[in-house]
């Protein structure tokens, strides 16, 4: 770029002890030392000549685009779209006074940026009419280091935001409907996301407690692409009244959310507060309850623990398995709990069900123990060896003898939520392998001493973060202690 050729100029000139070519070694060796790709030409310059104990004075005053920013710029002015808002945040400057900032994602063609507004500039978003898609010019802002050495634009005291309206610039920067993707493009984890897809099942909404002990929500749903791929949604902190609105079977715009790689190999798309939906074909009218259920036949394979939703009705998970040897979960609730209570593992079941996920329905009302169908897989289905379940997807039943000691902490997850993860080492004469449980089910492993025969029945075998195969309860798993 123009400027790192000025800067280059204005360093030799403050270092005349040095060449062009040494101080161009020196940016390349800066850049492999930082290392990741955040740190280009430009940014590195500013890195050595602070190591050399200089201070680069020049700057750029027309506009530039956002690939061309670079830590340590000052009164720099870009041109680029909003792409994600976030609410207003406050904290307290080293006067003990309050301050305030608010997150903005801004972009252009194929460039994302953290902007940061700060104090009165917070304002600005709604005094301006600013929304998502907004084309707008930011003058006079300077940029800072983020933690992991991305380039942060900020708007402080002398910086301000102008709406753009000039018809030549709003032509060379892309809508967001332009960057959109549909579920089928999406092959590999990756940030700042605009999807499309057919919501077909009702969202799944529930709370939990971050890290300070205030109470969030996290809405849960699948969307389908036209070629009826379904993909998992979680958006943590949105306001969850958006969702309840949107009939089923509506296709609709996710617009800043981030495809995530899970332990065994499927990709998750996330949100947070910032990101925003929009309905691009209304659906049906959402059906009422009793129109969406279903009469169904499975065979019970295992039943997991009870337990209380927020209205303190009780209910249990269990896995399921249709004729044709498709694995479901199946949440009995209700009247159908009272008739669960009374059956077993194995048994044949016909319940009146309303599908909620692809793989996931809910019997709460009339559930009955049907005479035995042998076309129906047995639980012993699921048995397996240690040494037989990489690489395995299916549920895994294993009768294996406690290596360890059951080990029970707090972790706290990347949105700030404390979970409980409970985790020991079991094997049998094929091998060794991790159990772990999270959340409630980690009472499932309480108390298990080293020596103890356990039959462990309908777990998941998923790779941890080094590759290597654990396994996890799940909400439909049942843990039998064989001696004590």
Not at 111 to 126: A, G, N, P, Y
Not at 195 to 215: D, H, K, Q, W, Y
């Amino acid at each position: 770029m123009p400027e790192f050729k000025k800067l280059i100029q204005e360093l030799l000139k403050q270092k005349p002890e040095l060449d062009e070519s040494t101080l161009l070694k020196l940016i390349e060796e800066k850049k492999k030392a930082v290392g990741g790709g955040y740190l280009t030409d430009t940014g590195a310059i500013f890195l050595v000549a602070a190591d050399l104990g200089v201070s680069l004075e020049y700057i750029s005053s027309s506009d530039l685009t956002l690939k061309d920013l670079y830590i340590g710029a000052n009164e720099i002015t870009v041109v680029a779209r909003v792409f994600a808002i976030y609410p207003t945040r406050q904290y307290t400057k080293k006067d003990g006074s309050n301050g305030y900032y608010r997150n903005l994602i801004i972009f252009d063609k194929d460039t994302f940026v953290k902007t940061i507004l700060w104090d009165d500039k917070t304002d600005l978003i709604e005094k301006l009419g600013i929304l998502p898609n907004t084309l707008i010019r930011i003058v006079k802002g300077y940029v800072k280091p983020s933690l992991d050495g991305r380039a942060v634009l900020n708007v402080g005291t002398r910086g301000s935001i102008e709406l753009v309206k000039d018809d030549s610039i709003e032509s060379k920067i892309p809508t967001i409907e332009k960057i959109s993707k549909n579920i089928d493009d999406i092959k590999n984890p990756e940030n700042y996301l605009v999807v499309e897809g057919l919501m077909r099942f009702i969202p799944r909404i529930s709370n939990f407690t971050r890290a300070n002990g205030t109470l969030g929500t996290v809405v849960q749903l699948f969307l389908t692409s036209a070629t009826g791929k379904d993909i998992r949604v979680a958006i943590w902190s949105m306001d969850t009244e958006t969702f309840q609105k949107i009939p089923l079977n509506s296709i609709v715009r996710l617009v800043n959310v981030k495809a995530k790689l899970l332990p065994h190999g499927e990709l998750e798309l996330h949100g947070d507060e910032s990101t925003t939906v929009q309905i691009l074909e209304m659906g049906q009218t959402i059906p009422s309850i009793q129109s969406s259920y279903e009469k169904l036949n499975f065979r019970i394979l295992s039943i997991g623990p009870t337990k209380e939703d927020s209205e303190k009705r009780l209910f249990a998970s269990t896995l399921v398995v249709d004729r044709n040897g498709n694995f479901y979960t199946l949440i009995v609730m209700g009247d159908a709990y009272y008739k669960l209570v009374n059956m077993i593992a194995g048994c044949m079941i016909q319940c009146d069900a309303r599908k909620i996920s692809p793989t996931t329905f809910i019997c709460d009302n009339s559930l009955i123990e049907i005479k035995d169908d042998e076309s129906y897989p047995k639980p012993s289905i699921l048995t397996r060896k240690i040494g037989d379940i990489k690489n395995y997807t299916n549920p895994i039943s294993i009768e294996v003898i406690a290596l360890s000691q059951t080990k029970i902490e707090v972790i706290t997850t990347r949105d700030g939520t404390s979970v409980n993860k409970a985790e020991l080492i079991v094997g049998d004469e094929t091998g060794e392998i991790k159990l772990i449980a999270w959340r409630e089910l980690t009472h499932l492993l309480e108390g298990i001493l080293p020596g103890q025969r356990l039959r462990i029945e309908a777990v998941v075998s998923k790779m941890d973060k080094n590759g290597k195969p654990i396994l996890q309860v799940k909400s439909y798993s049942s843990i039998k202690r064989l001696n004590h």
